[in-house]
């Protein structure tokens, strides 16, 4: 008789087991399905951004040229402002204060020269004047030095007029290197040290990228400009496709165990 209470154990007791498993997969299935569709979404708001910022970009640069921001407005200039608008201004270049920062450019490797120009108002912008092979420069022909009080004074440079493109400094220095001042190497087109380590003041806190064939016939070395590189990666629309179709593979491999799942039940 008590053989008959010691029941095995069949498929009533596997059950609440295979339906607890089925809902932990619908979980998680919906769970993949609002984080991919979220990150696609995430990826169209980029992507209108970055389309605004290439149709801005381009309207800076092709637009007639205009006078830098005044000392008044350095504050609050910015690369969501002012970057890569199309300026006119005109002074006095110091030569002797210029600096070589190393660079890559589609001439090859070598500096680009920034000196800095002296305006009417007594103000100091850097002017990237151009592009210059390794070799030019391998005897230090540019070696640093400090300037007096009131340099820009005493310029003695012949007026310039230069037109080119704003650029937001860029401090600190280059890939896993840092710039040196002490020792003169420069791998970034950082305004602010390259300022204190000439011990030039009123200067602004961007530089100007010259457009071709500006640089002046009295300058020491002829660079090269009008070498600005403006390009955006523009990937946000295959980066949303990829999220959006990940979640669709979900969705469809929910469905399909569901309703293969849901057969199998049945027989």
Known sequence: MEAMHDRPAGPASAQPR??????????????????????GTWQVVRLQWKLDLIARVNARVHAE?????????WPQVSKQSDEYRRV????????EFTTPVQAVSELGAGFWLLTPLCTAEGHIVFINRGFIPAAANKAGRYPARRADAGACATAQEAPVT???????????GGFLRENDPVN??????????????????RVAPYFVDAGKDQD??????????????????????VYALTWYALALMVAGAWWWVGRHGANSADD
Do not use: C, K
Not at 216 to 234: M, S, Y
């Open 18 to 39: 295979g339906a607890f498993a089925r809902r932990m997969l619908v979980a998680l299935a919906l769970l993949l399905i609002v984080l991919f569709a979220g990150l």
């Open 65 to 73: 040229p205009a006078a830098p921001p005044p000392a008044a407005r």
């Open 88 to 95: 006119r201004l005109s002074g006095r270049y110091l030569y």
């Open 162 to 172: 230069v037109t080119g493109l704003l650029r937001i400094a860029e401090p600190g």
């Open 184 to 201: 003169n190497r420069w791998y970034s087109r950082d305004v602010a040290g390259m300022a204190a380590a000439r011990g030039l003041s």
């Open 216 to 237: 002046p016939p009295a300058a020491p070395e002829r660079a090269v400009g009008g070498l600005t590189v403006i390009a955006f990666q523009n990937n946000h629309l």
